[in-house]
């Protein structure tokens, strides 16, 4: 069974630009899950998508948007991108969250 | 609301030590409880996890007891590895689809 897959691995951006995130789910889980993990810092929870809906944001500006396809993968946005928005960006999928999240290897955005 | 209060880090111990990070919660009812490890430049994966009191999760020589009248879930070890330099967290979830909350995590780091 392939696990949460995330693309790009890697992303160097300017500041100002937009940067896009991708993550497919394990097959059959339909929520999934972004969180920001900066340098030295915790986990930051940014969004929950679960049947193709937006169901719950962290405290992060609107310029942080996503979405959820039909096929459960889903899309992270990050507009007018900002030096303090470098970090790995962890995807995570569940079919319940009971039985845990299963975590994609991240994306590591770097703003220049 | 939910919380997980993990004990700072980091900790830095030999090879062949015993390793303990507490780990505290805030909840109602009867969360089910995770431990995940962070190898370095990697993704989260679950470690281990109990879903009711007096469970005892393990896996890799870990091993963590969900003690309700503590709200406790420490993670131990007997005899902890060089390979065992990571960064663990503590988590939590309510069940259904909701986010885990997780606890900010503890670097442990194991000398040869």
């Given at each position: ?12 951006k ?5 940067a ?8 059959g889980?339909?929520?999934v899950?972004w969180?920001?993990?900066?340098l ?15 169901r ?25 991108l900002e030096?303090?928005d470098?970090?790995?960006?962890l995807c995570a999928s569940?079919l ?17 | 609301?939910n ?18 990070i ?11 409880l ?18 009711k009191?007096?469970d ?8 963590a007891?969900?003690?309700?009248e503590?709200t406790?879930f ?9 390979s065992?330099?990571a ?10 689809s909701e ?11 194991v000398?040869?």
């Open positions: 069974e392939a696990g949460v897959t995330q693309s790009p691995t890697h992303l160097i300017t500041r100002g630009q937009q896009t995130l991708r993550c497919s789910p394990i097959s889980h339909t929520s899950y969180y920001q993990q900066a030295g810092l915790g986990l930051q929870f940014l969004l929950w998508y679960d049947e193709g809906e937006e719950n944001r962290g405290n992060f500006p609107p310029r942080f948007s996503g979405r959820q396809f039909p096929n459960y993968s889903s899309e992270l946005n990050v507009n007018a030096l303090e470098s970090a790995l960006y569940s319940r969250t009971d039985y845990g999240y299963t975590f994609g290897s991240g994306t590591r955005l770097t703003v220049v | 609301g919380s997980v209060t993990q004990m700072e880090g980091p900790v830095t111990l030999s090879e062949e030590a015993f390793l303990t507490n780990c505290t919660y805030t909840a109602t009812g009867y969360p089910s995770f431990w995940y490890v962070q190898y370095p430049g990697e993704g989260l994966q679950l470690l281990l996890k109990a879903t009191a007096d005892k999760g393990s896996n890799k020589g870990f091993e007891t969900y003690r309700k503590t406790s420490h993670l131990e070890k007997g005899s902890v590895q060089v065992d330099s960064v663990y967290f503590c988590a939590l979830s309510q069940g259904g986010k885990l909350v997780f606890g900010k995590g503890t670097k442990l780091t000398n040869p």
